[in-house]
């Protein structure tokens, strides 16, 4: 395999904190980003693109790791978290009438953004994590690619690049409950990475004091051709109708210990036709 270089994408999102409650805000019913952080599952798209270019002699070689964000201005901490880590440079794409985009609307603007960096250099990789921990959809890596007519390959657990006669492929091994398969696709390509493909290294002092000196470029969808109209929550496809807060939890059944303990309890899931 010979090691050319590699222009990777990775799209990292700004999550609300799965250790805090999460909760909707606003008319709109849209989340509150308040207290968030880049989501977890991302970290493990941003260290398969890390090893593919390392494995390719990194920047000095040419290789480049974009770290791509949609958000309000706070979402800009997922970038520069991601550069922290090791990403080369980081794109936030931030827009008022972004605000409640669904995944619909945001696989739109995200295409575009995407084409708006490829005529400078195009994209070989678009890498992701295998949902995000606020939407936990899955949706977004399969509309990215139909947007922009690229082969997609989801749940990687395993990924490499070869190079076979001037046509690089993208391999991955894809795990199922009783059986794994192994899926390639030409490049460029679209693919989403699972928490089991490799185990994400943490920002160090060097390159904490490195991200401070890394490019972060802000764009809006004027920037990248995009109608307002087509995204937020004019141009979703779904929207919240409505919402409330989840009633608390009721007090569960208490079994004091008489000495016939073990038959309450035997009577209680019979009831709950759990024996």
């Known amino acids: 395999m010979e090691n050319s270089a590699l222009n990777i994408v990775v799209l990292v999102?700004?999550?609300p904190d799965v250790q805090l409650n999460r909760h909707l805000t606003g008319e709109e019913n849209t989340v509150d980003r308040s207290d968030s952080i880049l989501s977890e599952l991302d970290e493990y798209a941003l260290e398969a693109a890390l090893q593919l270019v390392e494995a390719r002699g990194g920047v000095a070689a040419g290789n480049n790791v974009v770290a791509?964000?949609?958000?309000?201005?706070?979402?800009?901490?997922a970038v520069k978290k991601a550069l922290q880590i090791g990403a080369f440079e980081g794109v936030h794409?931030?827009?008022?009438?972004?605000?409640g985009s669904d995944a619909a609307a945001t696989s739109l603007a995200l295409?575009?953004?995407?084409?708006?960096?490829?005529?400078?250099r195009p994209v070989d990789l678009i890498l992701t994590g295998m949902a995000s921990t606020d939407?936990?959809?899955s949706l977004l890596p399969a509309q990215l690619a139909a947007r922009?007519?690229?082969p997609q390959l989801t749940f990687a657990a395993s990924l490499e690049v070869t190079d076979d006669g001037g046509v690089r492929r993208a391999v991955i091994r894809r795990d199922g409950d009783s059986q794994s398969e192994v899926v390639q696709a030409t490049l460029p390509a679209v693919i989403s990475v699972t928490d089991q493909i490799n185990s994400p290294r943490y920002p160090n002092f060097k390159g904490i004091?490195?991200?401070?000196?890394k490019t972060v470029t802000t764009l809006t969808v004027a920037d990248i051709a995009v109608d307002p109209a087509q995204v937020g929550r004019a141009g979703s496809w779904t929207v919240v109708e409505s919402a409330q807060v989840r009633p608390?939890?009721?007090?569960?059944?208490?079994i004091n210990d008489e000495g016939n303990a073990g038959l309450l309890l035997v009577d209680f899931l019979a009831a709950q036709k759990l024996l």
């Open 13 to 15: 999102k700004h999550v």
């Open 68 to 77: 791509v964000t949609m958000g309000p201005a706070g979402a800009v901490a």
């Open 93 to 99: 794409l931030s827009d008022e009438a972004l605000a």
């Open 111 to 120: 295409a575009a953004l995407i084409r708006h960096l490829s005529p400078s």
């Open 135 to 137: 939407g936990e959809t």
């Open 148 to 150: 922009l007519g690229l």
């Open 209 to 213: 004091m490195a991200a401070k000196k």
């Open 248 to 254: 608390p939890r009721t007090a569960g059944t208490i």
